[in-house]
Nanobody, 124 residues
Framework: QVRLVESGGGLVQAGGSLRLSCTAS????????MSWLRQAPGKEVDFVAR????????NYADSVKGRFTITRHNSNNTVYLQMNNLKDEDTATYYC?????????????????WGQGTQVTVSS
């Protein structure tokens, strides 16, 4: 059974930092592109960041470039999202997702597996 388990969310003041983690089990981690997505209440899912199989290539949403960093440690099947200089608009449930191929969209059907999500709340 494949599981993606996120952790590290919480309540933080604007300008603060959080580090999210997502640990995968039940799959061959190096065969999957790992992504972070988020969904704010009443809004659609938004892409946040993506890292390819080896960790060399990364992509970010324009809204988080320069503030967020995605990394992966294939040795322990974990992908991280370091979030700095957090803003009110970063408040959302953050999900990690795994896909064998480059996703063509951001909804769940474009990914092979999703985590259960971790809540990030930024207060001003």
């Amino acid at each position: 059974q494949v599981r993606l388990v996120e952790s590290g969310g919480g309540l933080v003041q604007a300008g603060g930092s959080l580090r999210l983690s997502c640990t995968a089990s039940g799959l061959t981690f190096t065969e999957y592109i790992m992504s972070w997505l988020r969904q704010a209440p009443g809004k659609e899912v938004d892409f946040v960041a993506r890292v390819t199989w080896s960790g060399v290539n990364t992509n970010y949403a324009d809204s988080v470039k320069g503030r967020f960093t995605i990394t992966r440690h294939n040795s322990n099947n974990t992908v991280y999202l370091q979030m700095n200089n957090l803003k009110d608009e970063d408040t959302a449930t953050y999900y990690c997702a795994a896909s064998r191929r480059l996703p063509s969209g951001y909804s769940r059907e474009h990914y092979d597996y999703w985590g259960q999500g971790t809540q990030v709340t930024v207060s001003s």
